[in-house]
């Protein structure tokens, strides 16, 4: 009895002390604010004032405004090959999101049969690509894809199809889709496992319930599992979004930064590469490098804000 | 509107089997509950009959085709899941219109018919909510009505009222009744609620580790008990049950010895000799009142449960056994007192050793 009393009379005293400021709240934030702040907060911020300022010979540095802006979406040095990187970036992403978000649907349906054996032997190995090395997975597909030695001719070959092939990735009209298809081979497995846990996640009772109101398999998909999983092919396509658009290091491995033949496989990121280091001929200019880079972020960022603001506001996340 | 018939139907997975050979015939108009404890195939018995599942052998018929073969859709039935089942991102009316749009129906039926079977459940103020913005009973009438439009010849429920809570089960399950009196149509219904199926059904089959124990009207069922499964299971609190000894036997009536007592009971001519190990049963509800012909059996009380209109005494018999009586409400009985019990000379059942009935077809 005198314990429930005397815990009575705390209340007041725990109110101030909740009412102070939460010392414990700050220590736990603390690590990982620091962190995030030394390693992306501040480069960011940076990055974006440095967009601000252009160098002279003697290395010394000069605000000038907006002028790496203009001069990068209208001097004709520099105009051609953003606008080339960027169309040739929102190719690289519509191929990830046709091809790549396609197919990772369809494993994730056909994983999510009842009746299939071995499924989790096919799931990990459809997602072993996915944790390869970049550099490896560029370096295995230019051996295979070479014209001289490379397996892929002797394949297609043995099954009557030699002809179709060509050096894809030695040709201007070919090599950006064979590496939009080499990166889609490789990150198959993400959008797979994402949408593949989304379909787990449906109730066998709302399957069987649209069996039995007569729904063939096409109709249970389309109507049902569908409009189920949408949330999570939104969350599967922004992340291939702002995951293409950051993209360098397939590109960088197969056809070094000059992304060739003539720049056909040049994105952003590796544009943003030779700006900002320099390669062959062409000299860095951290200033501009940090200008292309500010375009990158604004460039993702208004991806990001339609999507959020006009995509994901419709979606409705469902619970069962 | 239709009559089920199964023979023979069996349904196994490798080699577990899940059902054996069940024969059933279910009247047209009828309604029939499955009942038995989770695990008996209850479940899996109706899925089958909805198609959901293949038998694995038997012959399965409504309105006297054979629907074996066919896909769910076409066996003109219709189910309500435990669950609900309701797709969570279309409107009540989606939902209860949705079986519909595979049927071909034009859209002026698909309207009266959903509006029609709104009205019956009271869903017509909500015909444009989703399934998040209803309660636990709006989902179930909304479950039923999609049943409903699709005007089957069979009802199918699996355990529709598990999810409800205890008071609002009384009142759906009022619901369910008197929508079978509205619509005639056959139902069939699963529970592992005794209550849901004493006052439902107008046939219980009673289930047990894949096959049918007994099939009957719920007081026959309650009255003659096949067996000891099924007297067990029929009844709340359960029957109860006491070892016994046959002393004589002469032509149809045989001399039990049990508890230090003898009665005589009325059974099978043959069935039983002396000797015989016999198990006894006797309802909570005919030992309270001493009359004429009973034995009264002391005991010590356990526990007493208070019901209000009655109290349930569980005591212990001299013998060793258990046994529950369905006493008065304001009866005076306390856990650690002493209680006698009175076995009435009728009403007893008799059980041989391999657990059947011994006055069944009597």
């Known amino acids: 009895m005198s314990d429930i009393t005397a815990s009575g009379v705390q209340p007041a005293e725990s109110v101030s002390v909740r009412s102070r400021f939460p010392v414990h709240v700050a220590v736990f934030l603390a690590p990982a604010l620091a962190i995030y702040t030394l390693f992306s907060i501040y480069p960011l911020i940076d990055t974006i004032r440095l967009s601000f300022y252009t160098g002279d010979e003697s290395g010394a540095r000069h605000f000038a405004g907006l002028a790496n802006f203009y001069t990068l979406l209208t001097d004709p040095a520099w105009s051609g090959h953003f606008w080339n990187a960027l169309r040739n970036n929102l190719v690289f992403f519509a191929v990830h999101m046709v091809v790549q978000n396609a197919i990772g649907l369809g494993l994730a349906m056909l994983l999510s049969l009842p009746r299939l054996t071995g499924g989790s032997v096919y799931r990990t190995l459809l997602f072993l690509p996915t944790m390869l090395s970049v550099v490896i997975i560029g370096f295995i597909w230019q051996l295979m894809l070479n014209p001289l030695w490379g397996i892929a001719e002797k394949i297609l070959s043995a099954v009557g199809l030699g002809s179709f092939f060509g050096p894809w990735l030695g040709q201007e009209t070919t090599a950006l889709i064979t590496i939009s298809l080499i990166s889609v081979w490789q990150f198959v497995g993400i959008p797979m496992m994402l949408i593949y846990a989304a379909l787990l996640n449906i109730p066998d009772d709302l399957l069987d319930a649209a069996i039995v109101d007569g729904a063939g398999p096409f109709s249970v998909f389309w109507f049902v599992r569908l409009p189920l999983i949408l949330p999570t092919l939104g969350v599967v396509s922004i992340l291939t979004f702002v995951a293409n658009f950051n993209a360098f290091d397939l590109i960088y491995a197969i056809k070094g930064a000059l992304a060739g033949p003539n720049f056909s496989t040049d994105i952003l990121g590796t544009f943003f590469y030779r700006t900002f280091f320099g390669y062959q001929l062409q000299v860095g200019s951290p200033t501009m490098g940090a200008t292309v880079a500010t375009a990158m972020l604004i460039i993702i960022l208004l991806g990001v804000l339609i999507y959020l603001f006009g995509v994901q506001r419709r979606l409705q996340r469902h619970t069962f | ?362």
Do not use: W
Request: net charge positive; proline share 4%.
């Open chain 2, 1 to 362: 509107m239709a009559d089920v018939s199964l023979h023979g139907i069996a349904k196994s997975y490798g080699v577990t089997e899940i059902l054996r050979d069940i024969d059933l015939t279910i009247d047209d108009g009828e309604f029939v509950v499955f009942v038995g404890p989770s695990g008996c195939g209850k479940s899996t018995l109706l899925r089958t009959i909805a198609g959901l599942e293949n038998a694995s052998a038997g012959e399965l018929r409504i309105g006297g085709k054979r629907v074996n073969e066919m896909p769910p859709a076409e066996r003109k039935i219709a189910m309500v899941f435990q669950s609900y089942a309701l797709y969570p991102h279309m409107s009540v009316y989606k939902n209860m219109a949705f079986g519909l749009k595979f049927a071909k129906t034009n859209k002026a039926d698909v309207d009266r018919r959903v509006r029609r079977a709104a009205e019956i459940l009271k869903l017509s103020a909500l015909l444009d909510r989703k399934p998040r913005e209803l309660s636990g009973g709006q989902r179930q009438r909304v479950a039923i009505g999609r049943a409903i439009v699709r005007e089957p010849s069979v009802f199918l429920f699996d355990e529709p009222l598990s999810n409800l809570d205890a008071a609002l089960r009384v009142n759906t399950r009022l619901e369910i009744a008197k929508l079978h009196r509205e619509l005639g149509a056959t139902m069939i219904y699963v529970t592992h609620d005794q209550v849901e199926a004493m006052t439902l059904a107008s046939k219980i089959v009673v289930m047990n580790q894949g096959r049918i124990e007994q099939v009957g009207a719920p007081l026959e069922l309650y009255h003659n008990p096949r067996n000891l499964f099924v007297a067990g299971f029929i009844g709340s609190p359960r029957m109860n049950l006491i070892k016994g000894q046959v002393r004589s036997v002469s032509g149809g009536s045989v001399t039990l010895a049990f508890t230090g007592a003898e009665t005589s009971v009325d059974v099978v001519p043959g069935t039983l000799r002396a000797g015989d190990e016999v198990t006894i049963g006797v309802r909570p509800e005919h030992m309270a009142d001493a009359g004429a012909n009973t034995i009264a059996l002391e005991g010590r009380i356990d526990a007493v449960e208070r019901l209000g209109e009655a109290s349930y005494v569980y005591m212990k018999l001299a013998s060793g056994d258990d046994v529950i009586v369905r006493s008065p409400g304001d009866v005076e009985a306390a856990p650690g007192g002493r209680y006698t019990a009175h076995l009435p000379g009728r009403a007893l059942h008799v059980f041989n050793a391999a657990g059947q009935s011994v006055q069944f077809g009597k």
